[in-house]
Antibody, heavy 121, light 107 residues
Framework: QVQLVQSGAEVKKPGSSVKVSCKAS????????ISWVRQAPGQGLEWMGG????????NYAQKFQGRVTITADESRSTAYMELSSLRSEDTAMYYC??????????????WGQGTMVTVSS | SYELTQPPSVSVSPGQTASITCSGD??????ACWYQQKPGQSPVLVIY???KRPSGIPERFSGSNSGNTATLTISGTQAMDEADYHC??????????FGGGTKLTVL
């Protein structure tokens, strides 16, 4: 059974960047799309973007275009999400999740444990 | 951009049926899925492709999607079902879209 294990909590200053990792273990990594979803305290889920490692192609939600970079290292079975120009509103739990796709149906079947990113001066 | 709307909260008595709605323009023309999220935990997929249950999800969870509304139904609701529920769909222009989430309280 595939598991997604994320890197640990981060505390960052406003204006800086953060890079969070998501390592897949126990199964195939490259053939499945990995997305990043964040959740601010007490709020709902928000999709940031995703990548298909075997193709190396990323797509991003319009809100995060230009500020987020999602990459993958197939040799390490690891996906990364880097968010720049951090502000207090970016304080949130960040999840990676593996996408199950069947035709036009897309659902996140496996989730990482989450990485808390706190932006504070 | 495409949007999904959920009621902020729904209450149900133990053993009764809970229904949580998710509304979006012509949502019935897309596939909807649902996640359960308990405090301090990652979301768990409970319904995908409108009506399908992943392995391990109890049969009391069911889904439907027609017109502008998708519905998650929990039959014989148990105390352990108290959680936040999030709907999600995919839009060709916007990408992945989530609803705002619904807090289910089992009174």
């Amino acid at each position: 059974q595939v598991q997604l294990v994320q890197s640990g909590a981060e505390v960052k200053k406003p204006g800086s960047s953060v890079k969070v990792s998501c390592k897949a273990s126990g199964g195939t990594f490259s053939n499945y799309a990995i997305s990043w979803v964040r959740q601010a305290p007490g709020q709902g889920l928000e999709w940031m973007g995703g990548i298909i490692p075997i193709f190396g192609t990323s797509n991003y939600a319009q809100k995060f275009q230009g500020r987020v970079t999602i990459t993958a290292d197939e040799s390490r079975s690891t996906a990364y999400m880097e968010l720049s120009s951090l502000r207090s509103e970016d304080t949130a739990m960040y999840y990676c999740a593996r996408l199950y796709s069947s035709g036009a149906s897309h659902a996140f079947e496996i989730w990482g444990q989450g990485t808390m990113v706190t932006v504070s001066s | 951009s495409y949007e999904l709307t959920q009621p902020p909260s729904v209450s149900v008595s133990p053993g009764q049926t809970a229904s949580i709605t998710c509304s979006g323009d012509k949502l019935g023309d897309k596939y909807a899925c649902w996640y359960q999220q308990k405090p301090g935990q990652s979301p768990v997929l409970v319904i995908y492709q409108d009506t399908k249950r992943p392995s391990g999800i109890p049969e009391r969870f069911s889904g439907s999607n027609s017109g502008n509304t998708a519905t998650l139904t929990i039959s014989g609701t148990q105390a352990m079902d108290e959680a936040d529920y999030h709907c999600q769909a995919w839009d060709s222009s916007t990408g992945v879209v989530f609803g705002g989430g619904t807090k289910l309280t089992v009174l």
